[in-house]
């Protein structure tokens, strides 16, 4: 008896988790990205995409430069800079669901921010995506990175 007990709660503490996500759609680029249950959209332009959620907020624009992936790490952290971002650590390379570039970490206005720079694979695009998230959370950086992993180039 306890064993089926337990294999019902934790089937429905597996069905709610999965259900506490929704895909997003940047729909002028058909880019997607997983976010909690709690995000809005505030804004679905061709130029930008936006959400906030609780503690939260993702940004991603069209970065109007043609870098080359070799060039990426460079161009990233320069980004950060040039946003004014502090505390910049190295470059991170990801390869995320054919999507390839780099992302750094580091902190403005108080908050800490994962800024990545990807390349749209067939296409002249790249794409920059910020998450901005308050550094004593001990979870945003790992949801952070979860939405990161996330974005995917719709077909």
Not at 18 to 44: G, P, R
Not at 102 to 111: A, C, L, P, Q, T
Request: hydrophobic residues 45%; without cysteine.
């Amino acid at each position: 008896m306890k064993k089926l007990l337990l294999s019902i709660a934790l089937l429905i503490f597996i069905s709610v988790s999965a259900s506490a996500q929704q895909q997003f759609v940047w729909n002028y680029y058909k880019v997607a990205l997983t976010l909690h249950d709690d995000f809005k959209v505030t804004k679905n332009t061709d130029e930008e995409f936006r959400a906030e959620g609780d503690g939260m907020e993702v940004y991603v624009d069209v970065w109007e430069e043609n870098i080359a992936v070799e060039d990426m790490d460079e161009a990233v952290a320069k980004y950060a800079l040039n946003m004014k971002m502090t505390e910049v650590d190295a470059a991170h390379e990801v390869h995320i669901n054919g999507l390839d570039g780099f992302y750094v970490e580091g902190f403005k206005d108080g908050d800490r921010i994962m800024l990545a720079g990807l390349i749209v694979p067939n296409s002249h695009t790249n794409i920059v995506v910020e998450i901005n998230f308050d550094d004593k959370d001990t979870t945003a950086e790992k949801d952070a990175l979860a939405i990161l992993n996330s974005i995917k180039k719709l077909r």
